[in-house]
Nanobody, 125 residues
Framework: VQLQASGGGQVQAGGSLKLSCTTS????????TGWFRQAPGKEREFVAA????????YYADSVKGRFTISRDNAKNTVYLQMRSLKPEDTAVYYC???????????????????WGQGTQVTVSS
């Protein structure tokens, strides 16, 4: 599945952005979808994920309560609503998808074998 991330931009601290991840060629059916981010000089880290096989969502502690991941199956799109943004949220954000299963480890990057290009999010203080 080919993924396309969009919606990044520059905002001030406390602001909001909504990222979108769309597919081309097929739907998100049977795929778990996650968002990861990579800040300059740091390793890529897990942000949020949404399961296909059940209604569960997963968040990194650093974004819990501020970010919300959701899916619109009719639009083949997964969203990441980001609120109360902080300068430390500045990063390139990537969406990723992997074939979902009861054993899927949603926070583990190697589980995801389909990646979109990143979208830059910059939060100024």
């Amino acid at each position: 599945v080919q993924l396309q991330a969009s919606g990044g931009g520059q905002v001030q601290a406390g602001g909001s952005l909504k990222l979108s991840c769309t597919t081309s060629g097929r739907t998100f059916s049977s795929y778990a979808t996650g968002w990861f981010r990579q800040a300059p000089g740091k390793e890529r880290e897990f942000v949020a994920a949404i399961s296909w096989i059940d209604p569960n969502t997963y968040y990194a502690d650093s974004v819990k309560g501020r970010f919300t991941i959701s899916r619109d199956n009719a639009k083949n799109t997964v969203y990441l609503q980001m609120r109360s943004l902080k300068p430390e949220d500045t990063a390139v954000y990537y969406c990723a998808a992997g074939e979902d299963a009861t054993s899927f480890y949603y926070t583990y990057e190697p589980e995801y074998d389909n990646w979109g290009q990143g979208t830059q999010v910059t939060v100024s203080s």
